[in-house]
Nanobody, 127 residues
Framework: EVQIVESGGGLVQAGGSLRLSCAAS????????IGWFRQVPGKDREGVSC????????YYGDSAKGRFTITSDNAKSMAYLQMSNLKPEDTAVYYC????????????????????WGKGTQVTVSS
């Protein structure tokens, strides 16, 4: 069974940090780019960051640049999003997804050939 499970969300004060984890199983992790997306109710989903299947290329949306870092461990089929200097506007449900490819377009990360999504983890940043 193909699964993507996010963890690490929670409540944090503005200026704080969180590390999100993405655990993948049931498919060949090395064959896909991994992206982090977020969504607030009533708003469009936003591409935050993604990492190429090899792990050698990373991409960030404007909202994440300088504050978030994406990494992956292909041996463990894991990806991570280290988020620092969090702001109340970062409050959202964060989703991890596998895609054929991804890149930054117009200040936002776009995924292409989306393969599978996780169910998300809630991040809440208080002011």
């Amino acid at each position: 069974e193909v699964q993507i499970v996010e963890s690490g969300g929670g409540l944090v004060q503005a200026g704080g940090s969180l590390r999100l984890s993405c655990a993948a199983s049931g498919f060949s992790f090395d064959d896909y780019a991994i992206g982090w997306f977020r969504q607030v109710p009533g708003k469009d989903r936003e591409g935050v960051s993604c990492i190429s299947k090899s792990g050698s290329n990373t991409y960030y949306g404007d909202s994440a640049k300088g504050r978030f870092t994406i990494t992956s461990d292909n041996a463990k089929s894991m990806a991570y999003l280290q988020m620092s200097n969090l702001k109340p506007e970062d409050t959202a449900v964060y989703y991890c997804a596998a895609a054929v490819n991804c890149k930054e377009v117009g200040g936002q990360v776009m995924g292409y050939g989306m393969y599978h999504w996780g169910k998300g983890t809630q991040v809440t940043v208080s002011s």
